[in-house]
């Protein structure tokens, strides 16, 4: 049987990459996206999930769990960043950049320790 690796942010230009390479090297990808998102992915189960809530973290282990007999790995590529010099950032989106690359990997970690 292939090792299993889920890919947060699986849709996103780096995810859809590491996807790709990871299925070519063997592995059975799944994968994460934001909810209401239309993207898809040739390289991975996609799962809808808002890695800042702690429940729906809860809920993708759940998921995965029934898909796979375990995680050999997790790749955390969810987040986002403005393009703006940081001269011209408010601080909401300072936060709102914190929120999203620091709590979302707080929360998978949680979720699947």
Same mark, same amino acid.
């Given at each position: @049987?292939?090792?299993?690796? +889920?890919?947060? !942010? ?11 390479? #990871? ?7 799944? !994968?994460?996206?934001?909810? !209401? ?8 189960? #996609? *799962?809808?999930?808002? +890695? ?8 993708? =282990? ?8 375990? +995680?050999?790995?997790?790749?955390? #590529?969810?987040?986002? *960043? ?11 989106? #300072?936060?709102? @950049?914190?929120?999203?690359? =620091? =709590? ?7 979720? *699947?320790?």
């Amino acid at each position: @049987m292939s090792k299993s690796i +889920l890919v947060t !942010g699986a849709t996103g230009n780096l995810g859809t990459t590491v996807c790709a390479q #990871l299925a070519k090297s063997g592995y059975q990808v799944f !994968g994460t996206k934001r909810p !209401g998102s239309t993207s898809n992915s040739e390289h991975a189960t #996609l *799962f809808e999930a808002n +890695l800042q809530n702690e429940n729906d973290c809860k809920e993708l =282990f759940e998921a995965v769990k029934k898909k796979t007999d375990g +995680l050999h790995g997790i790749v955390l #590529l969810a987040g986002g *960043f403005g393009m703006h010099s940081i001269k011209n950032l408010s601080v909401a989106d #300072l936060n709102e @950049m914190y929120q999203v690359n =620091f =709590f979302s990997a707080i929360n998978m970690v949680k979720a *699947f320790w």
